[in-house]
């Protein structure tokens, strides 16, 4: 990367952002789709100043064992603190990890980024909910006359529960969908939340991320087999259904469908169609009246005609420049060449290269520099 990284200096010029790192990361096989969401994860600013925090802050416990929140951390400051502005890092530490945590990107066929980016996410605030619990616990020295056979009695308060820990990651990622039904006999809205880390949405061909969002909070009719229990009619009713974001997350992560089980094939394809993402989005199916802002920062790109092989690329913006990342290489791009990973308005195209994975900020909080 020694040419490629002179050059991207050489590119940037005076303009080469302060204190900030450009770095490829080493293949080990088939970890492009680790690479892609690494880069994606490394520029959304906030979760890598608090990943950075948290290794600063845990970096000398002799006896903590070593876990994906420690290796992630330890990868991140890595990059952060190198003398030169560009260059190559190899994860090995990381990608070992991984591996020995999960069978499933244990081999060296193509993986998914969208499963490997869930994995992560969800094995980051696993691990930092049972640190925080085992603080608590450590700090609860009262009294044996205090303690109750079934354990600390200060987890509820007045037969209320306590609220679920919100981590970093949580305050990130996390957003929370209210599904809402209405039976249409008594008018009755039942309302039931969850949260989310990123959204999936179905796609169509020559469509854009505003009418996918559309079609996620579309209203169904649950009728004939599909009827709604209704507590308040006390029987099966027809209802109208409709999922509707409640809390918007500070980082909004689409994840688009585009690999799809046919039924008549027995496997499964990729679809690769234009779908249009813009630079700048407006959430309107939300529960508030104000749409919720949006700027796209990077994108995991999928290469390839199917889902079973293939490669995946990043794009990223840091500080008001678009930057490509494939493994080792790192290049500057114009702000336009993103539109080139729509997808293809034509089934069989040449262009392969299609958004997989978007990466919005929230313009109220805005988390770039």
Request: aromatic fraction near 10%.
């Amino acid at each position: 990367m020694g040419a490629t990284g002179s050059r991207l200096e050489k590119a940037l010029g005076d303009q080469f952002p302060e204190g900030e790192r450009y770095f490829g990361l080493e293949n080990f096989g088939n970890t492009c789709y680790c690479n892609s969401v690494l880069q994606a994860l490394y520029f959304c600013v906030p979760f890598r100043e608090q990943l950075l925090d948290y290794y600063a802050t845990n970096k000398n416990p002799g006896d903590a064992e070593e876990n994906l929140l420690t290796c992630l951390a330890d990868l991140f400051t890595q990059i952060n603190s190198q003398k030169k502005k560009t260059g190559v890092i190899a994860p090995k530490r990381f990608v070992q990890r991984v591996r020995k945590q999960n069978e499933v990107f244990r081999g060296y066929m193509h993986q998914d980024a969208h499963e490997f980016l869930n994995f992560l996410l969800n094995e980051l605030v696993d691990i930092l909910e049972k640190e925080s619990h085992a603080v608590k616990t450590s700090t609860e020295t009262s009294p044996p006359s205090e303690k109750i056979a079934n354990g600390p009695k200060n987890h509820e308060a007045n037969g209320v529960k306590k609220e679920p820990l919100v981590t970093w990651v949580h305050k990130n990622f996390q957003g929370i969908l209210t599904n809402e039904t209405r039976c249409l006999r008594c008018e009755t809205v039942t309302a039931r939340d969850e949260t989310f880390l990123d959204l999936s949405l179905d796609i169509e061909q020559n469509s854009s991320i505003t009418s996918c969002l559309k079609n996620f909070s579309s209203t169904e009719t649950l009728n004939a087999e599909d009827k709604f229990f209704c507590d308040k009619c006390c029987s099966l009713q027809e209802a109208q259904k409709r999922m509707k974001i409640k809390k918007p997350p500070q980082v909004l992560v689409i994840h688009l469908k585009r690999f799809k089980y046919m039924e008549n094939l027995g496997r499964y394809k990729k679809l690769s169609y234009r779908v249009v993402f813009p630079l700048e989005l407006k959430l309107s199916n939300t529960t508030e009246d104000n749409d919720s802002e949006y700027s796209l920062f990077a994108v995991v790109v999928h290469v390839g005609s199917g889902p079973n092989h293939g490669h995946y690329v990043s794009l990223v913006k840091s500080h008001n420049h678009w930057l490509f990342f494939d493994d080792e290489n790192v290049e500057i791009i114009d702000e336009s060449a993103v539109q080139t990973f729509f997808g293809s308005a034509q089934e069989y195209s040449s262009n392969t290269d299609h958004g997989y994975i978007l990466f919005y900020e929230s313009l109220a909080v805005n988390c770039q520099n």
